[in-house]
């Protein structure tokens, strides 16, 4: 098991994550299908799947993130293999897709899927980082599908849910590795009647059981997190809407996955965001989130700041942490662990949520690659239409390096979203790593 502590040297060198929060994954690597636990040390631990090919979904090994603030992030790498040098599946090589967790009497149980007829398989560890090992099939009774949630009642007893169109679910036994096939129950909730397309993740506030999912009711994609609600683990459940969706996170977006955590008081939602123009590269993501009083959660919005407070101004504002693109811009990576806001276009507008502007500031910078035409970037408060504070002429270039390009500005004092809009010729190109207001 590697153990990388990425972030002590990221906030020494640049601050990166004491504001931003979003994407929660780091630089470079692309964490999706979000699970959240909190265990009994009080820390945050985030199970997911790991992508590394815009040609296929996840991989063949499983990260853990955990975070004992919400502010900075640990990352625990290769704590679980279906293959290569810490194999752990010994009856195949399949890849990995989205896994769960859970702790019981001592012991944390990886419960993982595959495609194929060895969709469900779970291992073990005594730490919540792993190393999982000696991973064995679940049987299912022939209802081989993926995406594995386990929750925990408040009497203890332990229930599976998985599936796609429609969600299964059944009672584990008390040794954790088998599931009781005597109460399997489909179709607790359903495409037709609930939007629900895969990814489901069951917990339970003031005895009503939420049971969140990948929502297929907008656009015709699930692009949304939903949920539905019931009285009981195994239904009826009622279905209640969306608590976040993500599209407009990447030109070719396609799917959502995620879950609901309580975390020292306060709710999250935990979902992820595509990358690459792709359906996949999908990185993790947070927000907060608040319930009424009938139970109902409040759809939560996009944001580049997450679960901290607003982006400071006068810090320096990575180009990926954009929470909405509209045209042709999309983030990808340029090395191993730097990401970019790369093919904006004429007419492209990009917005992060939200900034705090002090009374004092007077200029913008940003480092950039202009491209051959150059092109012209205004920058607006709050809404696209509104009139621009600032604009940045970008010079042509004839090289493919990276410059730093300034401008003067109007004062912005307050907590605003702030819109980019790109403009140029046709076929002009631009790429933005990062940006920064100052006196």
């Known amino acids: 098991m590697k153990k990388t502590q990425f972030i002590l040297i990221l906030l020494l060198a640049t601050n990166l994550f004491i504001a931003a929060q979003n994407p929660i994954s780091p630089p470079g690597l692309y964490i999706a299908d979000p699970s959240a636990h909190v265990w009994a040390d ?111 009642d408040t009497d203890g007893q332990m229930y599976y849910i998985w599936g796609q169109f429609s969600a299964k679910i059944a009672k584990l036994k008390p040794n954790m590795t088998e599931i009781d096939t005597t109460t399997i129950k489909d179709n607790i909730i359903t495409e037709k009647e609930h939007f629900f397309h895969e990814g489901p993740f069951m917990t339970k506030r003031n005895g009503v059981y939420y049971l969140v999912y990948s929502h297929m009711g907008r656009l015709n994609s699930p692009s949304c997190i939903g949920y539905a609600t019931s009285k009981s683990p195994f239904g009826p459940f009622k279905y209640r809407g969306v608590i976040v969706d993500n599209n407009h996170c990447d030109p070719n977006n396609w799917n959502n996955h995620g879950s609901i955590v309580e975390f020292k008081g306060k709710w999250y939602v935990l979902y992820h965001r595509a990358t690459h123009n792709s359906y996949i590269m999908r990185k993790a993501c947070i927000e907060p989130i608040t319930f009424n009083e009938d139970g109902s959660i409040n759809e939560a919005e996009m944001t580049s700041q997450g679960a901290a407070g607003p982006l400071s101004a006068t810090s320096k504002i990575e180009a990926e942490w954009a929470c909405l693109l509209f045209g042709n811009s999309f983030v990808s990576a340029f090395s191993s662990n730097e990401e970019q806001l790369t093919n904006l276009k004429d007419g492209d507008r990009v917005v992060y949520k939200y900034i705090d502007f002090p009374s004092t500031i007077t200029k913008i910078e940003l480092r950039l690659k202009p491209g051959k035409k150059g092109g012209k970037i205004q920058l607006t408060l709050d809404q696209t239409w509104h009139p621009s504070f600032a604009t940045i002429d970008v010079p042509p270039s004839n090289t493919d390096g990276w410059v730093n390009v300034q401008a003067n500005m109007k004062p912005t004092p307050g907590v605003h979203g702030l819109w980019l809009k790109f403009s140029g010729e046709p076929d002009a190109v631009i790429d933005i790593d990062w940006f920064r207001f100052s006196n």
């Not at 992508?51 to 853990?64: N, P």
């Not at 004992?68 to 293959?83: A, G, M, N, Q, R």
């Not at 149980?109 to 919540?128: H, L, R």
């Open 42 to 152: 009080g820390r945050l631990y985030i199970y997911g799947s790991n992508d590394e090919s815009k040609t296929y979904f996840c991989s063949y090994i499983h990260h853990v993130l955990s975070t004992s603030d919400l502010k900075t992030w640990e990352l625990t790498k290769d704590v679980f293999s279906s293959k290569g040098q810490n194999d752990q599946v010994p009856y195949n090589d399949n890849i990995l897709y989205a896994p769960d967790c859970m702790y019981k009497n001592g012991t944390y149980y990886m419960y993982f899927c595959q495609p194929g007829n060895d969709a469900e398989g779970v291992a073990t560890s005594k730490s919540p980082l792993g190393p999982f090992v000696n991973g064995k099939k679940l049987y299912t009774k022939g209802i081989n599908e993926i995406d594995p949630c386990v929750f925990k």
